[in-house]
């Protein structure tokens, strides 16, 4: 059973950082590119952030680029996503997800696992 559990989410002012936090239950995943996504409410489910297997190569949406960081720990079978310069329109429920390649990309439908989510609230 492949399980993706996300932490880290909250409630921050606008201007300030967090840090999310996805561990895989296995070490299958250190050869497949992991993703972030966010969904909020009443809205599709975006692309936010991904990285390739080794760390090497990393991806961005426009709306995070240069405020937002992703990275990964092999060892310890986890992805962060750092989050700096928040604004409230980065309100909402962010995944982590496994990409089916090496590579991450910025199509949800390339990913096949999923974590639960953890719900990030900015205010103004």
């Known amino acids: 059973q492949v399980e993706l559990v996300e932490s880290g989410g909250g409630l921050v002012q606008a201007g300030g950082s967090l840090r999310l936090s996805c561990v895989a239950s296995t070490r299958t995943f250190s050869t497949n590119g992991m993703g972030w996504f966010r969904q909020a409410p009443g809205k599709e489910r975006e692309f936010v952030a991904g990285i390739n297997w080794n760390g090497g190569s990393t991806i961005y949406a426009d709306s995070v680029k240069g405020r937002f960081t992703i990275s990964r720990d092999s060892a310890k079978n986890t992805v962060y996503l750092q989050m700096n310069s928040v604004k409230p329109e980065d309100t909402a429920v962010y995944y982590c997800?496994?990409?089916?390649?090496?590579?991450?990309?910025?199509?949800?439908?390339?990913?096949?696992?999923w974590g639960q989510g953890t719900q990030v609230t900015v205010s103004s």
């Open positions: 997800a496994v990409s089916s390649l090496a590579r991450p990309g910025y199509s949800s439908s390339l990913y096949r696992y």
